[in-house]
């Protein structure tokens, strides 16, 4: 599923011990205290990195501990604080309390860093102690203990691109075609029950990660069919591919009117997100009629067919594209960056789908 998790024992470092000493020179006789204080004990820091995307560097069980500061030596010299710890986790990941379940900190943005638990103080030397009645304390403190803590790290996976579509439409298809996902897949609605991610690789360096959910239908947003609280998983998620099924004995209107209004119900922002069009399961209509479904499915948005070598979409299908996902460039986020007819059974325009999300992904990547 969606989260990864590990759980862990944290401590800070133990304080210094406090000096016990005094002053010996040549003509002092009884010189007076000079224990120096015990350094601090490290602290645990965590930093959120972006260069990291799993916890897989975590070992189940794992107890990292901070150094423990120094003892503090004569002659009033105080000892070394201790070495702090730095914990690096991906984006995305949540650092759980297991004693109170509370959500301690989120870690979302890059060098994000949050102090966690702090070292013990380190102890006063005698130095400290010296007063009118008593002019050669023997006493230190000792160092504070350092505080230990048992945590667990949920990473809570971001997509890039989120799969919306009614059930049954192809969308755990679609997403074991272009990536490494393996979700069940059948020939009947509500296969899916929990949101499955996969990696799409584009070329040999680049990808982004997709998301398949459960189906939607009308009324979800009070519980209908599976409900849409899973859409929660996709919250983060900025770019939807709603899935509309060519095929589907529900006309082309109710689904996408439908979709999107149920999305907007969940949340406003997920209403706001930059979105694409695919019409699916092409194959499956006779060629004859499938033109004239496309073209009235673009009709009812306004949109007129288009044409761009670019990206590489099958010419003999009508499809529609914006010039550029470049927000910069004119893309205006109304209205969906491509609408076009695909088939995950022949491959009809899979190629050409994954290049134009990942446009849409590079373009997101750039506005944060
Ligand atoms: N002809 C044809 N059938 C397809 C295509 N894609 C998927 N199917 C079939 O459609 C059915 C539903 O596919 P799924 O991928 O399970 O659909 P889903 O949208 O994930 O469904 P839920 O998980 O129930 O929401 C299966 O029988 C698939 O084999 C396609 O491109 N062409
Ligand atoms: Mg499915």
Redesign the pocket.
């Known amino acids: 599923m969606f989260t990864d998790s590990v759980e862990l024992t944290v401590s800070s470092g133990k304080g210094g011990q406090g000096c016990v000493s005094f002053r010996r020179e040549k003509f002092v006789v009884n010189g007076g205290p000079n224990g120096g204080d015990g350094g601090k004990g490290g602290d645990i820091w965590f930093k959120c990195d972006n260069n990291t995307h799993t916890l897989s560097h975590f070992q189940k069980k794992m107890h990292i501990k901070a150094d423990n500061g120094a003892p503090g030596e004569s002659s009033n010299m105080a000892g070394k604080s201790g070495v702090k710890r730095v914990i690096i986790v991906p984006p995305g990941t949540q650092i759980i309390d297991m004693d109170s379940d509370e959500v301690v900190f989120d870690m979302l943005e890059d060098a994000q860093e949050e102090l966690f638990i702090t070292g013990g103080r380190g102890g006063l030397g005698n130095t400290h102690f010296k007063s009118s009645t008593n002019q050669r304390p023997t006493y230190a403190q000792p160092g504070e203990k350092g505080e230990t803590r048992k945590i667990k790290l949920d990473l809570k996976l971001i997509a890039d691109v989120g799969l919306v579509?009614?059930?049954?439409?192809?969308?755990?298809?679609?997403i074991?075609t272009v990536s490494n996902a393996r979700?069940?897949?059948?020939?009947?609605?509500?296969?899916?029950l929990t949101p499955k991610l996969g990696q799409v690789n584009i070329g040999d360096f680049e990808s982004f990660i997709m998301a398949?959910i459960?189906?939607i239908i009308g009324g979800a947003h009070e519980g209908k069919g599976l409900g849409i609280e899973f859409l929660r998983h996709i919250e983060r998620t900025e770019i939807l591919l709603f899935?509309v099924d060519l095929?589907s004995y529900r006309d082309l209107r109710e689904q996408i009117e439908t979709l999107k209004a149920e999305v907007a119900a969940f949340s406003d922002k997920l209403a706001h997100s930059k979105y694409a069009i695919a019409l699916?399961?092409?194959?499956?209509v006779p060629s004859d009629e499938l033109e004239e479904l496309v073209k009235g499915f673009l009709e009812m948005l306004g949109l007129e067919a288009t044409k761009d070598s670019d990206i590489g979409f099958d010419e003999t299908v009508p499809y529609y594209i914006q010039k550029t996902a470049d927000e910069t460039l004119g893309y205006n986020r109304e209205l969906p960056y491509f609408v076009v007819p695909?088939?995950?059974?022949?491959n009809k325009n899979i190629e050409p789908l994954k290049k134009a999300l990942f446009k849409l992904v590079q373009s997101k990547r750039l506005e944060s």
């Open positions: 579509g009614f059930p049954n439409v192809g969308k755990s298809t679609l074991s979700p069940e897949i059948a020939n009947y609605e509500f296969t899916t398949d459960p189906g899935m095929a699916t399961r092409a194959d499956a695909i088939s995950s059974a022949t």
